[in-house]
């Protein structure tokens, strides 16, 4: 294969996808050959800065692949770590085209760049100014960051909390032994009056506290991207209005929600629902390493470092490049093309049904044309089979470029798609490759579905362990 003036090999490539181009093995040629160094820091909540150093060709004759590389560097680091400035030494050109690409104008009173959204997204979830900055070697930071050290306290009584978008989870667990656990509907992301949200996480909590002679700690395991504990940016509360002293309401939700507990003062740890994932699969694995990822409506990361820290950093991959190619699918959210929700969720059986052979009925909601595609793969349909042999090659490949950017000796992969034969599928075909084209990797990464220790274990056992 070639993309803008770089030849890589690729021996496996999705059968039902053939203008697929995995970002990672594209990366790691056109690095081999780019010898003028660059550096780019990220900085996000209280002064946390990380920092990366990578190279460019910097000849007219490669400015496009320069280009290309450092736009979809950026992007990647932008949606694993989270960050509100970004800066970048060695590539003023570069820089300056990038920051007219990262422009967003609230009120409409000017023309928004290719990657306003994600401008919009990470100015409100640190709200601060977004910004580019070209840098000398004299003002370019130093790094500046640190893993987070939560979870595995299974000691006590403690309260574990999975919200969910459509039920919610709560359990008891004393001495790491569950006690009690529930599941409750709830409507949180139809409702815009936040009193409906607290409401309902102070009666799971009461319920949970009820069932044990006290209250040690409470870990809430939520999707959505956390400041401390407050939810700056999440799917729960995506009909409650944007004004600042409503919003306020939503940042301190689980504070406000533990304060009723007890005698005030119970101690609450809240994490993103992949962390937390992550998290059970290293208390699962008695591992460290461990990244977890869901496929489902989305894609859902998390990841615990070789310390068994969580980094504090947004993982939000669904919305990071994995595809360079130019015709790949939009995402309707973020509106850029070649992202992970197009590749790990039920967006993409979707997406590759119709090459396979399959026609959907569009009355269906998204769930239930991928539990029509899972039906067929139980009965071994051949076209089901080449869909999730074609998951399994974008997973392959993916590992390739995320493992450019974690440590991860253990993946766990998980959700709806994974389930049944499909799952057995998608797995299979990614150790196939990776064995083939990336050995080095193979036997130091370990993709796996979770095991019976870490189902058991479990999402709300887990955050119960985070205080």
């Given at each position: 294969m070639e993309y803008l003036g770089i030849p890589f090999e690729v021996r496996n490539r999705p059968e039902l996808d053939p203008g697929y181009i995995p970002l990672g093995p594209w990366m790691a040629a056109y690095l081999r050959g780019a010898t003028k160094p660059i550096s780019i820091a990220v900085e996000r909540d209280k002064g946390k800065i990380t920092v990366r150093h990578a190279a460019i060709y910097g000849t007219p004759e490669m400015a496009e692949a320069d280009y290309r590389f450092v736009d979809r560097y950026v992007k990647f680091l932008l949606w694993s770590i989270?960050?509100?400035?970004?800066?970048?030494?060695?590539?003023?050109?570069?820089?300056?085209?990038?920051?007219?690409?990262?422009?967003?104008?609230?009120?409409?009173?000017?023309?928004?760049?290719?990657?306003?959204?994600?401008?919009?997204?990470?100015?409100?979830?640190?709200?601060?100014?977004?910004?580019?900055?070209?840098?000398?070697?004299?003002?370019?930071?130093?790094?500046?960051?640190?893993?987070?050290?939560?979870?595995?306290?299974?000691?006590?009584?403690?309260?574990?909390?999975?919200?969910?978008?459509?039920?919610?989870?709560?359990?008891?667990?004393?001495?790491?032994?569950?006690?009690?656990?529930?599941?409750?509907?709830?409507?949180?992301?139809?409702?815009?009056?936040?009193q409906y949200h607290f409401d309902e996480i102070v009666a799971a909590f009461r319920t949970a506290a009820s069932k044990m002679p006290r209250v040690d700690g409470i870990g809430v395991s939520s999707a959505g991207v956390f400041i401390g504990n407050a939810p700056m940016v999440s799917s729960l509360f995506i009909k409650v209005p944007r004004e600042k002293e409503v919003r306020k309401l939503v940042h301190t939700i689980f504070d406000r929600a533990a304060a009723e507990i007890g005698d005030g003062s119970v101690p609450i740890v809240v994490a993103n629902d992949g962390d937390v994932t992550a998290l059970a699969g290293a208390m699962g694995l008695s591992a460290t390493a461990v990244m977890g990822m869901a496929m489902g409506t989305s894609e859902a990361v998390g990841y615990v470092d070789r310390k068994g820290n969580v980094l504090g950093w947004f993982?939000?991959?669904?919305?990071?490049?994995?595809?360079?190619?130019?015709?790949?699918?939009?995402?309707?959210?973020?509106?850029?093309?070649?992202?992970?929700?197009?590749?790990?969720?039920?967006?993409?059986?979707?997406?590759?049904?119709?090459?396979?052979?399959?026609?959907?009925?569009?009355?269906?909601?998204?769930?239930?044309?991928?539990?029509?595609?899972?039906?067929?793969?139980?009965?071994?349909?051949?076209?089901?089979?080449?869909?999730?042999?074609?998951?399994?090659?974008?997973?392959?490949?993916?590992?390739?470029?995320?493992?450019?950017?974690?440590?991860?000796?253990?993946?766990?992969?998980?959700?709806?798609?994974?389930?049944?034969?499909?799952?057995?599928?998608?797995?299979?075909?990614?150790?196939?490759?990776?064995?083939?084209?990336?050995?080095?990797?193979?036997?130091?990464?370990?993709?796996?579905?979770?095991?019976?220790?870490?189902?058991?274990?479990?999402?709300?056992?887990?955050?119960?362990?985070?205080?």
């Open positions: 989270g960050g509100f400035r970004v800066y970048i030494r060695g590539a003023s050109e570069i820089a300056r085209r990038l920051a007219g690409e990262y422009v967003y104008f609230e009120n409409g009173e000017g023309e928004n760049g290719k990657r306003w959204f994600d401008v919009q997204f990470m100015s409100d979830v640190f709200e601060n100014g977004f910004e580019i900055v070209d840098c000398t070697d004299r003002d370019f930071p130093e790094e500046n960051d640190a893993s987070v050290s939560v979870g595995g306290h299974l000691d006590g009584c403690r309260i574990g909390f999975d919200a969910g978008g459509s039920d919610r989870k709560v359990s008891a667990v004393i001495d790491g032994k569950t006690v009690y656990s529930e599941e409750v509907v709830w409507h949180p992301k139809t409702v815009s009056d936040p993982n939000e991959l669904a919305f990071a490049p994995v595809d360079l190619s130019e015709n790949a699918m939009m995402d309707e959210w973020s509106f850029d093309i070649g992202v992970g929700c197009k590749y790990f969720s039920q967006d993409a059986v979707i997406k590759l049904a119709p090459a396979a052979g399959i026609e959907l009925d569009e009355s269906l909601t998204p769930a239930e044309k991928l539990k029509f595609v899972q039906e067929l793969m139980e009965r071994d349909d051949p076209r089901a089979v080449r869909i999730f042999r074609s998951i399994g090659c974008y997973l392959a490949h993916t590992m390739q470029l995320y493992s450019m950017f974690y440590d991860v000796e253990h993946m766990i992969v998980l959700g709806r798609v994974m389930s049944g034969k499909g799952g057995d599928c998608i797995l299979a075909e990614c150790k196939r490759i990776m064995a083939e084209e990336y050995p080095e990797l193979a036997s130091k990464m370990h993709v796996m579905l979770p095991d019976e220790k870490t189902r058991r274990v479990g999402q709300s056992v887990a955050a119960a362990s985070l205080p």
